[in-house]
């Protein structure tokens, strides 16, 4: 199969030497990336700015802000069977990026914002020839919240972890998930290391790809 996994946090630009982004490691993400190729799949694997190595087996494209990921995502959907949207998107963006260093001042400072688009929405919308896997990022009401975004944005499945402990989620190494997808099956992954939650989620993700197809033929 071919897979298009998502990684990382994006940055979005204030102005030369200022950006707006988040904790995400993309450590999820690699994890899943590299557990693809292990399973012998073809994996894309589009990145945000992290600090870890990349697969070497994945075909890799680096990109910064949400719009980037929005055309990168776009054009790697063409020709895949499965993606699966770890990244950490930017919820907002700058309205203006300065294109000189903004000067401090002595007054309050506020910036205004505009929402950026959102990807996992954008490519799940209609019919499609891949199978879409969201995450999702919560830290209270999170099989609630989930399930949400689940109908909110036409996933086949999302994966729920909770990012408010310290010892899983953003930028630990390990993770623990519920899996929700749009057949009703919740199943829970306890808490473990990115790469064995990775594991699971390729062959969870490949089995309900496969079956998928056969209810559709
Ligand atoms: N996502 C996206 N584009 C955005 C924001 C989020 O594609 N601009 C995707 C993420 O990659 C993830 C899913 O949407 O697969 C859920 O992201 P999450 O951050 O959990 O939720 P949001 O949709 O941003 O909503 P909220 O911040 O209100 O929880």
Partial sequence: MKFVVTAGPTQE???PVRYLSNRSSGK???AIAEAALEASHDVTLITGPVHIPPPERATLIRIVSADDLFDAVHTAVRECDVIVMCAAVADYRPVRVSAV???KTTHDFSLALTPARDVLASIAQGPR????VGFAAETNEIAAHAQ???RDKNCDMIVANDVSRNDSGMESAQNAVTIFTRDGLVKGIARADKKMIAHELVKIISDAREKSLTKKT
């Fill in 13 to 15: 630009a204030i102005d």
């Fill in 28 to 30: 999820m993400g690699y």
């Fill in 101 to 103: 260093k903004l000067k």
């Fill in 129 to 132: 020839a891949y199978y879409v």
């Fill in 148 to 150: 949400q975004k689940l």
